[in-house]
């Protein structure tokens, strides 16, 4: 479940521009302007907190943090026919830290949002776990149709495949792994057939047995069965062999390869369990790993955040939100605070 609040979708435009106004408190409508579409207002609420001194953040936060994916588009294009500016550009401009960060991320439509974090991740300098994992979460925690967007969205912006570019950027032993993953298209319906799952799950255990993590037979079965199906065989593993399927492989060893199967499973069998994870990686310790922390919300607020926020508290003993307001400060907290559907 989401945890964006959106408001009702019902009301008429006059009526919805009318709520607007009142929550925006803008004063002036732009001149000569009699009717007024929602999407227009909201773009100009937004122009008109930045003309004066400074930016009106709560502002920015009350328009841009409880609208979905196709309002948030529709604004960005009307912003762009009214001022002939382009909405991230003013946005960029006038935010700062990881509050911009943040929003922008936000406002990108999700395919290009996950292309750019995809391609952000293959650039950094270090190509641990903690920045490829973000690959393996847009392969094995997203639809299929969006995977496939999201690689479209990747060709567009920077010539060049998505598969190209982890060849061309990531360590040999994991380049199999990764490239298998992004190149997949499950089937997305509720179908399981017990017996398969059962044969797979020993073909599985073998190749575990054997520590070569990325042969053919096991890339395959994790590539190319449908999420519901590869529920079932993990489930046949752990009643067949005794342990879960993740633990195994983390058995084989502490290096990347294993550590980023484990992802994987988790991304397909549990999504929630590892975005709790990511979170609590980023709070605890000394320091807060923002960039996590803003990934993990701002992806997963219009999908499933709701179940994060209930592993997050049955793993820590503590709600993710007070986690946040404890490690967050100033607008940043404010926006992600509103993206976890509290009222701020």
Same mark, same amino acid.
């Given at each position: 479940?989401?945890?964006? *609040?959106?408001p009702?979708?019902v009301?008429s435009?006059?009526?919805d521009?009318?709520?607007l106004?009142?929550?925006?408190?803008?004063?002036?409508?732009?001149p000569?302007t009699?009717?007024c579409?929602?999407v227009?207002l909201?773009?100009?609420?937004i122009?008109?907190?930045?003309?004066?001194l400074?930016?009106?953040?709560?502002?920015?936060?009350?328009?841009l /943090?409880?609208?979905?994916?196709?309002?948030?588009?529709?604004?960005g294009?009307?912003?762009?026919?009214l001022?002939? #500016?382009?909405l991230?550009?003013?946005?960029?401009?006038?935010l700062?830290?990881?509050?911009?960060?943040a929003?922008?991320l936000? &406002?990108?439509d999700?395919?290009?949002?996950?292309?750019r974090l995809?391609?952000?991740?293959?650039?950094?300098r *270090?190509?641990?776990?903690?920045?490829l994992?973000?690959?393996?979460?847009i392969a094995?925690?997203?639809?299929?149709?969006?995977?496939?967007a999201?690689r479209?969205?990747?060709?567009?912006?920077?010539?060049s495949s998505?598969e190209?570019?982890?060849?061309?950027?990531v360590?040999?032993?994991?380049?199999?792994v990764?490239?298998?993953?992004?190149?997949s298209?499950r089937?997305?319906? =509720?179908?399981?057939d017990?017996a398969?799952?059962?044969?797979e799950?020993? #073909?599985?255990?073998?190749?575990?047995?054997?520590?070569?993590?990325?042969?053919?037979d096991?890339?395959?079965?994790l590539?190319? *069965?449908n999420?519901?199906q590869l #529920?079932?065989t993990?489930?046949?593993?752990?009643?067949?062999?005794?342990?879960?399927i993740?633990e195994?492989?983390? @058995?084989?060893g502490?290096?990347n390869?294993?550590? &980023?199967?484990?992802?994987?499973?988790?991304? &397909?069998?549990?999504p929630?369990?590892?975005?709790?994870?990511?979170?609590?990686?980023?709070?605890v310790g000394? /320091?807060?790993?923002?960039?996590?922390l803003? *990934?993990?919300?701002?992806?997963?607020?219009?999908?499933d955040m709701? #179940?994060?926020?209930?592993?997050?508290? =049955?793993? =820590?003993k503590?709600?993710?939100?007070?986690?946040? &307001?404890?490690d967050?400060? /100033?607008?940043?907290?404010?926006?992600?605070?509103t993206l976890? /559907?509290? @009222?701020?």
């Amino acid at each position: 479940m989401a945890t964006l *609040r959106v408001p009702d979708v019902v009301p008429s435009p006059r009526q919805d521009c009318e709520r607007l106004r009142k929550a925006f408190q803008v004063v002036e409508t732009p001149p000569g302007t009699t009717t007024c579409l929602n999407v227009v207002l909201c773009c100009s609420c937004i122009l008109d907190s930045w003309l004066g001194l400074g930016t009106d953040e709560k502002a920015v936060i009350k328009v841009l /943090g409880h609208r979905n994916a196709s309002q948030r588009r529709i604004i960005g294009e009307t912003y762009q026919q009214l001022y002939d #500016k382009c909405l991230i550009d003013d946005l960029n401009a006038e935010l700062s830290g990881d509050f911009r960060k943040a929003v922008i991320l936000w &406002i990108y439509d999700p395919p290009e949002r996950d292309a750019r974090l995809a391609n952000e991740a293959l650039n950094s300098r *270090r190509k641990g776990v903690n920045e490829l994992q973000v690959i393996v979460e847009i392969a094995c925690a997203s639809s299929p149709h969006h995977l496939i967007a999201v690689r479209q969205a990747y060709s567009i912006l920077f010539d060049s495949s998505l598969e190209e570019d982890i060849i061309s950027n990531v360590p040999m032993s994991l380049q199999k792994v990764l490239v298998s993953l992004v190149s997949s298209y499950r089937y997305d319906k =509720n179908v399981v057939d017990s017996a398969i799952a059962n044969s797979e799950a020993a #073909k599985l255990y073998e190749v575990i047995k054997t520590k070569k993590l990325d042969h053919d037979d096991f890339l395959s079965i994790l590539s190319t *069965r449908n999420v519901f199906q590869l #529920k079932e065989t993990f489930l046949h593993y752990r009643k067949n062999f005794g342990n879960s399927i993740d633990e195994d492989i983390l @058995n084989c060893g502490k290096g990347n390869l294993e550590s &980023i199967l484990k992802v994987a499973i988790w991304c &397909i069998d549990s999504p929630e369990k590892h975005f709790a994870e990511v979170t609590r990686a980023s709070i605890v310790g000394f /320091g807060t790993d923002e960039d996590s922390l803003t *990934r993990v919300i701002v992806t997963r607020a219009e999908i499933d955040m709701m #179940k994060v926020k209930g592993e997050y508290f =049955n793993t =820590n003993k503590t709600s993710l939100d007070s986690a946040v &307001i404890g490690d967050t400060s /100033g607008d940043y907290q404010n926006f992600l605070m509103t993206l976890l /559907g509290t @009222n701020v």
